[in-house]
């Protein structure tokens, strides 16, 4: 059985391949007959830079170096109206809501209510057929997706999309690139800029990999990673463009519940470092841990926003997203 | 399931096919206009250079016609049987000494070189057998026919001491892109094939032209098209080769008033279908088309023409002098003129080479077995050095069985002349 | 009009010659009519070729480069088959009535379809079924059908001959056997209709008509268009992927078969072991015109193709008759990324 | 839309072995700088002598071994150039084979006297010595424009769209070389075409790089061969930046999954178009060399057929890397020159030309056995995409030593995620 | 002797493995469900019972015969059938040609059967009958996933795979899915259901797996799971 999409490592024949199910396969060309699967090599991050043995030095280095002009609490991203059709189907209907700066907020929702369509609206993926989507006081309006990243919003995928024939830390540096401005010709002749830049890139990266706990996994390809280092570099990688705001689609998927914590952890340690999260997410447990704020998306609606106690009280939400007994609306 | 009913379509195809084989040959049925009489193949350019396949077209060949020189004027054709024998009086001695040629070996211009290849080793059988004490070799380069390969190939040739002489190449285009080399080693060159006028005009002194190039070939066709033939309205279709380019040129300038410039066209070597061209020519009604190319699209284009109703005399030259045009035109390629400065091959000649190489003489076989045998005498005469044989051609004059062969300071033969030949 | 082609001036000083094109707008209307016709029937030939890398892709999103072999294949079964039937070789058409000549004809095209629709599934095992057992990249699989495409050849070329004895293959076009000599039949606003035109367009329109209903009306069919739209879904319906791909080739190689007879009718003497590499490059072309994956697609940009080319041959000049076939490809991919239809047997989906 | 994805840590299924080839480079990463030069100018020099040093079997009989190692040459940036698109890119071109014809026909038709555009000769501000030299940048310069113009309105195409349409103007840039015949002589061709003048004498009017340099064993085929040997190594160092730099890595990138490449913040398309300007621009390098060397041009060296075998050689060598893609350049170019003229080999009789003849049906069952059974090309892809990554590796094998040396602690892997993010 | 039976099964995606061996069982008539968040492995599993992904390890048996390396298009004929997850309606068929591909491998005996067959599909999704000739990429995710219901039942299926059925579905459409399911069920046909409306779920299957990170964690029945305080907080998010 094949999945013509699995077919990645020389994938020429691009994305209309890709559905849906073949997610799921990302892996599958993994174990390509007469290919030579690595050994995993650890690396001591304190063999490489030694300074990075101290948590704090880390934690300054992953710290966003921008000026972010958004105070505290006010808001950073705004959803204003935002209606996406796809064809006949309505995928999002005029949802409204903003993110503050500083802030955890989880959106929820049932799966297919519109979550990660409302994802795909921020970062760009789609353009919302009407309604604006504003952040940092600008409408994204028609930037392109890169430049989007550029402004500083970040984010990871519910299915892993990594470069899987990179190592973790290449990964990562194609994030820090995003900030950085050596082209063809400064790459060409080596010029002092780009060895700076390169530098300072492999310094960041390394940070952010330790940051998230993956530093002894540097040097390693991103497919022979285990699936929670994927998810964890999947976040690193995201933090390397430097974001003002951080969006996380199901970051525990597949996580047991100490790997859950450990997450919860990593996601206020983020906060603390100064930037703003965006999560969606299923387990319940997690986003009631975590959050400040949730907004509750439902067949594209959004049905309800407030603090995760108050969500939980809520009996729109109980219905629709906790779901009911039969007998209830019968 | 579907397999089942591919299985009874096989059995039911198999069944009619028995049948109808069993019915027993079918013949050509006249198309059109009628064969006429057959008539003896002793061409020169005659025979099928690959093919065993049955002879078609009814009874078709190429028959030379006439030999005329460069203003078309008829001109006494050599009887040949006075020709020089490679064979010289078997007193010749040499050692180690052998004749390189080089041309398409392989691929799919083959057929051109092996056809100067066996001409060659014709003639060097006769020596060999004659002269005990004087073995010569022949080595030979493959060039594919390709510029670059050529380029390759070269230097083997010229860092092979043992090599005294050169046959070849055999086209223009590797030819101009080795000239310098050969040239430089001031090994002679000899060419049983490249046309291209130009090849004489790089001040080569080790290069000689075995037969009449473009430049002779243009002018003594068109004159005979203009002249004994009559024609006033001529369409010049070329390909995209470069023998066909330079060809068409030639060809048009000599034609002068009479090349109608609203049906001249181009087609692509691998064309085979025609339809544009040929509804061009039908509409602008010339009294004759010259087509400067290869047989291989030659044929198909013929045929096409008569299907498309165009009567008008065929006319083409040297690329289309070879049975497999006859072969694969058929009817169609009856009365078509065919011009090379090739010549017809004798009888006895062609009896000895299909016995040695199982096919009959091609186009250039007999101008292999000519040049092979003015090396192969400069050889016996006691040369063993490049510059002397270089130095024999230059002074050489002798008759072969297709012209009688002198050069002048470029390296062109004294006279020029060039064969026509018609299918009948 | 004259010369199609004239060097501008090179002016006293000037050192760039810019070569100039000229329109011979005046010869394309004179012959409209006889030109689409004739286009159309060479657009029909390239529509049923176009038809097996259409299927192919969309079934396998895979590029058969070697297709074009399956059709060269083609050319020599049908002519083998009428080998057999006792006629032989030459370049002058035969007589044999109308009726006979129908029937040998349905004979030949039917070998032609047997050959070319063999030779098209042993491909697929042979060639491409280990590599799909090994989830190779689809880049793999364009070098090995470049690679078969080689073999073929090279056997037509080489080893066919050593094994017919010279009668087939080598490095000649075969010598032609016609059946059917051209004959205008009858004219549509002044442009002749030959009989060879008919017989193309009309088999071609036949073919064309059964496969679409095969593939849109049928059980099979109905299979092919579910592997290409979601293979994951068509396996949980209990559609063998194999079988399904193994029927795939198998129509794209019959139809190449048949178009093989048609082609060799329009041009009896293209039967050659390079024979098929243009046409096939150019169907190719036209199934991506219509949007390759997409079998009306390929019908349409096949037909497209056929009379544009032949349009532009004649207000170019002959010589570009390939340059505007390309140069028209690449202009409605442009405008349309995904062909003229886009791709409805394929993924279809957002 | 929501579906799940792989599944929690698991532990790796085992531990293979590295192959040769990973352990010489784990080798080869861990020398120092000076230590690599001092194993790498040795191996270049080698390689630069092969042609001279005239060693048995490996050497052609049928043709001059040395020309054959100059087209090697050319052949060999071609498969450096393609790698940038395909290889690296993962761009499907199969229309390269244009730009090698533009980079060609620029010189020919600057420098060839049967040019209405020479600018070479009498009353010209190109001078006869320094012709092809100075033609060289511009051949560079207009494929590389070439490559842009083909590029910026077709690279929103995707896959096997693009493919047809490069095969597309790979087509056309023939068919115009081959139509255009005021300018470009049509099928007549471009002779004389310009070449390297240097160490002209007496016996070598022509100079080193003259095709009339036949004398002695350094003949001009070995002179083109230094000659491309140089630029390669050039190129290979340009390239090798690129690669080591962010334009590298974004070429990766858009090659595993654009679309994250591109949410990642990577221009996308102005790197996909950078790939192609490159690819050309090396394309049009090689063509420049060839018109040197043959001094020849005419439209048939253009066709589609070599396209394809260019991809081979990338495909063959293996995509992606470097020295791969130049191996595989080699095998396409040496491999049916081997057999011609040869009549044994090992002591064995055999009749060369008339194997050469079965040389692509050999070669297309080589290339369908090879894909089935080694897909990934002869020397798989394994990219360095960092500048300051060596550091990085040579630690990395300090520790996978250690590991070998104490086998208890080498199982660690498949830890929680707790311990390691509290690590 | 249960219809389906899986021992230790194991699958994995290269090198990393999705499933650890999990066993359960289904026996004939009953309504299973099982429970998981997102990654789980659940999708893996009804896969891997389908055919479509090979396993590493462990045995499938089905009525009382081993289908581990059965070919998936023989496990339908064998009457396993499967409405995927995402619902996998063919986008450019129409709702009638969608139905008729459930009866692909399976022939019924004569036109009569294949009408009863369609009739009951009809019956139990009125709307597709309205919509036969409507193409299936156009229509909404609700009426997606009745064709995909519908399409399965075609197949007459002995067992069938309902792969989150209510995924992203109004609450309404998802309660008539959720008795549309209930009702196939009363009629005999036995059901593995993978959900993550855990409420409505457990309260309707007899019997409940909860699938974590590729284990099965807990099994019981489902009323007596939905009562249990730590699969409340863990899947229904009240503590």
């Known amino acids: 059985m094949t999945d013509p999409g699995s077919a990645r490592a020389g994938s020429h024949f691009d994305e209309q391949n890709r559905s849906v199910e073949d997610a799921e396969d990302v892996g599958s060309d993994k174990d390509l007959p007469g290919g030579v699967t690595e050994e995993p090599v650890i690396v001591d991050v304190a063999d490489v830079e030694p300074e990075l043995a101290d948590p704090a030095v880390v934690a300054e280095r992953v710290a966003p170096t921008r000026a972010i002009d958004t105070a505290v609490g006010a808001d950073l991203l705004e959803m204003r109206d935002v209606t996406m059709r796809f064809g006949g189907l309505v995928a999002l209907d005029s949802v409204s809501f903003s993110i503050r700066r500083g802030e955890i907020l989880g959106l929820i929702g049932p799966n297919g209510a519109g979550k990660t369509t409302c994802f795909n609206a921020m970062t760009g993926v789609y353009r919302p057929s009407d309604g604006q989507v504003v952040f940092d006081g600008e409408p994204l309006g028609k930037l392109k997706r890169n430049q989007i990243t550029r402004r500083g919003i970040a984010r990871t995928f519910q299915n892993i999309r990594l470069f899987s024939e990179m190592t973790a830390l290449e990964n990562v540096v194609v994030g820090t690139d995003a900030r950085h401005r050596t082209s063809v010709p400064g790459a060409t002749f080596r010029t002092p800029r780009h060895r700076r830049e390169e530098h300072d890139a492999i310094e960041r990266a390394m940070a952010l990999l330790e940051f998230v706990g993956v530093g002894a996994r540097a040097t390693e390809k991103a497919r022979n990673l285990p699936y929670g280092d994927q998810r964890r570099l999947e976040i690193a990688r995201a933090l390397a463009t430097e974001p003002k705001l951080l969006c996380l689609d199901e970051p525990a998927a597949g996580f047991n519940p100490a790997e859950k914590a450990a997450l919860m952890d990593l996601i206020r340690k983020i906060r603390a470092d100064g930037y703003t999260v965006l999560l969606i997410e299923h387990d319940m447990r997690l986003v009631m841990g975590v959050t400040d704020r949730i907004v509750v998306l439902e067949f594209g609606k959004k049905i309800a926003e407030g603090q995760p106690a108050e969500i939980r009280e809520n009996p729109a939400v109980i219905a629709a997203y906790l779901g009911v007994p039969d007998d209830a609306t019968a | 399931m579907h397999r089942r009913s591919m299985r009874a379509a096989l059995v039911l195809v198999a069944a009619a096919t028995l049948t109808l084989a069993a019915c027993g040959d079918k013949s050509a049925g006249g198309s059109g206009s009628g064969s006429e009489s057959s008539s003896a193949a002793t061409s020169g350019a005659s025979g099928s250079s690959s093919s065993s396949a049955a002879p078609a077209g009814g009874d078709l060949a190429i028959n030379p016609l006439v030999q005329i020189d460069i203003d078309g004027n008829e001109v006494e054709a050599s009887t040949g049987t006075d020709a020089v024998s490679p064979a010289g009086d078997g007193s010749a001695t040499c050692d180690g000494v052998s004749v390189a040629m080089a041309g398409a070996l392989t691929g799919p211009n083959a057929a051109l070189g092996l056809n100067i290849l066996y001409g060659m080793q014709t003639a060097l059988k006769e020596h060999n057998d004659a002269n005990a004490n004087c073995q010569v070799e022949i080595k030979q380069f493959d060039t594919e026919g390709d510029p670059q390969k050529a380029t390759q190939v070269a230097p083997q040739i010229v860092s092979d001491a043992s090599v005294i002489g050169l046959l070849g190449p055999a086209f223009s285009g590797e030819t101009k892109a080795t000239g310098t080399i050969f040239s430089q080693a001031g090994l002679l060159s000899l060419t049983a094939s490249a046309t291209n006028p130009d090849l004489t005009a790089n001040g080569w002194t080790n290069f000689f032209r075995g037969l009449a190039n473009d430049a002779v070939q243009g002018p003594a066709v068109a004159k005979y098209l203009t002249g004994s033939a009559g024609f006033s309205t001529v369409c010049v279709v070329k390909d995209n080769s470069d023998y066909g380019v330079g060809l068409a040129e030639t060809i048009t300038e000599g034609l002068g008033d009479a090349a109608d410039p609203s049906c001249a066209a181009d087609v692509k070597t691998g064309d085979k279908d025609f339809s544009a061209t040929v509804q061009l020519i039908a509409g602008a009604e010339p009294d004759a088309i010259f087509y400067a190319g290869y047989y291989a699209e030659a044929a198909p284009f013929v045929a096409q023409l008569r299907e498309g109703g165009v009567e008008a005399a065929f006319v083409s030259a040297d690329g289309t002098n070879d049975p497999q045009f006859v072969d694969q035109a058929g009817s169609a390629a009856e009365g078509a003129y065919l011009s090379c400065p090739c010549g017809p091959a004798p009888e006895e000649f062609a009896a000895t080479y299909e016995s040695e190489h199982g096919q009959v003489p091609g186009v250039y076989s007999v101008e292999g077995y000519d040049l092979m045998t003015i090396i192969l005498s400069g050889i016996d005469s006691g040369i063993t050095d490049r510059a002397g044989l270089v130095e024999y051609v230059k002074n050489y004059q002798g008759q072969g069985l297709a012209r009688e062969y002198q050069w002048d300071d470029n390296g062109e033969l004294s006279s020029s002349l060039i064969w026509m030949y018609e299918v009948g | 009009m004259s010369s199609l082609l004239s060097v501008g001036a090179l002016a006293d000083g000037s050192w760039l010659a810019v070569p100039a094109i000229s329109f011979n707008i005046e010869a394309l209307g004179d012959r409209f009519w006889s030109l689409t016709i004739e286009g159309l029937a060479y657009g029909s030939i390239y529509a049923l070729v176009a038809v097996g890398y259409t299927l192919v892709y969309g079934v396998l999103r895979l590029i058969n480069f070697a297709h074009s072999e399956i059709f060269m294949l083609g050319m020599f079964g049908q002519y083998a088959v009428l080998m057999l039937l006792g006629f032989s070789p030459s370049g002058n058409a035969y007589a044999e009535g109308a009726v006979m000549t129908i029937v040998y004809l349905g004979i030949a095209m039917i070998g032609g379809m047997l050959i070319s629709g063999g030779a098209a599934v042993g491909l697929e095992r042979v060639a491409y079924r280990p590599l799909r057992k090994r989830n190779a990249p689809s880049l793999v699989f364009l070098i090995t059908a470049i690679g078969a495409s080689f073999v073929i050849q090279e056997f037509v070329h080489f080893v066919l001959p050593a094994l017919t004895d010279g009668e087939l293959g080598g490095v000649n076009a075969q010598q032609p056997i016609r059946l059917v000599e051209q004959k205008e039949q009858f004219t549509i606003f002044g442009a002749s209709v030959t009989n060879v035109t008919l017989i193309i367009i009309g088999s071609a329109l036949v073919l064309a008509l059964a496969t679409d209903m095969f593939v849109n009306r049928t059980k099979f069919g109905r299979g092919i268009r579910a592997v290409a739209q979601d293979p994951t879904t068509a396996t949980l319906m209990g559609i063998s992927r194999e079988r399904i791909i193994m029927l795939t080739f198998l129509i794209g190689g019959v139809l190449a078969g048949a178009a093989a007879l048609l082609y060799t009718l329009r041009v009896p003497n293209g039967i050659i072991y390079s024979g098929g590499f243009i046409l096939g490059i150019k169907a190719f072309c036209a199934a991506v015109l219509g949007g390759i994956g997409n079998l009306r697609g390929a019908l349409l940009g096949g037909l497209i193709l056929g009379v544009m080319e032949n349009y532009g041959q004649i207000l170019f000049g002959t010589a570009w008759r390939d340059v505007v076939a390309f140069a028209l490809l690449i202009l409605i991919l442009m405008f349309r990324p995904t062909g003229i239809l886009g791709e409805t047997l394929g993924r279809a989906r957002a | ?423 | 002797m249960p219809l389906l039976e899986i021992k230790d099964m194991t699958v994995g995606y290269g090198r990393i493995e999705a499933l650890h061996g999990i066993s359960l069982s289904v026996e004939s008539g009953e309504l299973v469900t099982l429970i998981g968040a997102n990654g789980a492995g659940k999708t893996t599993t009804m896969r891997a019972i389908s055919g479509v992904r090979p396993l590493t390890r462990g045995s499938i048996m089905f009525d009382g015969q081993d289908i581990t390396r059965m070919k998936a298009h023989l496990r339908v004929l064998a009457g396993i059938v499967q409405a995927p997850e995402g619902r996998g309606v063919f986008p450019g068929m129409t709702v009638q040609e969608n139905l008729d591909m459930g009866h692909y491998a399976r022939k019924f005996a004569n036109k009569a059967e294949y009408q009863a067959t369609l009739d009951h599909v009809f019956e139990l999704f009125p709307r597709l009958k309205e919509r036969r000739a409507q193409m299936g990429g156009t229509m909404s995710g609700g009426e997606q996933q009745m064709v995909a219901i519908g399409r399965a039942l075609m197949a007459r299926p002995r067992l069938l795979l309902l792969d989150e059925p209510s995924m992203g579905l109004a609450p309404m459409i998802i309660q008539q899915i959720f008795r549309i399911v209930s009702e196939i069920n009363a009629t005999g046909t036995t059901i593995l259901l993978v959900e993550q409306n855990a409420q409505q779920a457990l309260s309707r299957s007899d019997r409940a797996y909860i699938l974590e990170t590729g284990e099965v964690v807990k099994s019981g029945p489902g009323p007596e799971l939905l009562a249990d305080p730590a699969i409340k907080e863990a899947y229904l998010g009240v503590a």
């Open chain 4, 1 to 423: 839309m929501s579906t799940p994805v792989k599944q929690t840590s698991a532990t790796p299924l085992g531990r293979p072995h590295a192959g040769v080839g990973d352990r010489f480079r784990l080798w080869w990463n861990a020398q120092s700088r000076p230590a690599q030069w001092a194993f790498g100018v040795p191996f270049i020099l080698f390689i630069a002598l092969v042609p001279i040093l005239n060693i048995p079997v490996l050497t052609t009989v049928g043709t001059n071994f040395g020309a054959v190692m100059a087209q090697f040459g050319m052949i060999a940036l071609i498969a450096i150039g393609l790698n940038v698109v395909v290889g690296q890119a993962g761009l499907l071109d199969l229309g390269y084979v244009g730009f090698y014809a533009v980079g060609a026909y620029t010189v020919a038709l600057l420098t060839s006297p049967d040019s209405p555009w020479n600018q070479t000769g009498e009353g010209n501000w190109l001078s006869q010595d320094w012709a092809w030299l100075a033609v060289l940048p511009v051949a560079v310069c207009i494929t590389a424009i070439s490559g842009l113009l083909l590029g910026s309105p077709t690279l929103r195409l995707r896959g096997d769209y693009l493919a047809i349409v490069t095969l597309g103007f790979g087509e056309i840039v023939r068919l115009l070389a081959d139509n255009l015949g005021e300018i470009t002589g049509g099928g007549r061709g471009l002779s004389q075409v310009a070449y390297p003048q240097l160490g002209q004498t007496e016996a070598n009017p022509g100079g080193l790089f003259s095709a009339g340099n036949v004398a002695g064993r350094i003949n001009s085929g070995v002179w083109w061969f230094w000659l491309s040997l140089v630029l390669i190594m050039v190129v290979l160092l340009f390239v090798g930046n690129l690669e080591r730099s962010r334009v590298g890595r974004a070429w990766v990138a858009i090659r595993e999954d654009e679309d994250a490449a591109e949410i990642m913040g990577v221009p996308t398309f102005k790197f996909k178009l950078w790939a192609f300007t490159i690819g050309a621009a090396i394309g049009g390098l090689s063509g420049a060399l060839y018109a040197g060397q043959v001094q020849f041009v005419t439209p048939t060296n253009f066709n589609v057929i070599n396209s394809v075998l260019f991809l081979c050689a990338v495909v063959l060598g293996g995509q992606g890397n470097k020295l791969g893609v130049i191996l595989g350049a080699f095998i396409i170019v040496y491999l049916p020159n081997f057999f011609l003229g040869r009549t044994d080999l090992f002591g064995i009789p055999i009749n060369g030309n008339e194997i050469a003849n079965y040389r692509y049906l050999f070669f297309g069952l080589a290339l369908m056995v090879l894909m089935i059974f080694r897909p990934q090309g002869l020397l798989p892809a394994r990219q360095k995409l960092l500048t300051y990554g060596r550091q990085l590796y040579v630690a990395a094998r300090r520790t996978a030593k250690r590991q070998h040396g104490d086998a208890g602690t080498g199982d660690q892997h498949g830890t929680t995620g707790a311990e390691e993010v509290s690590r």
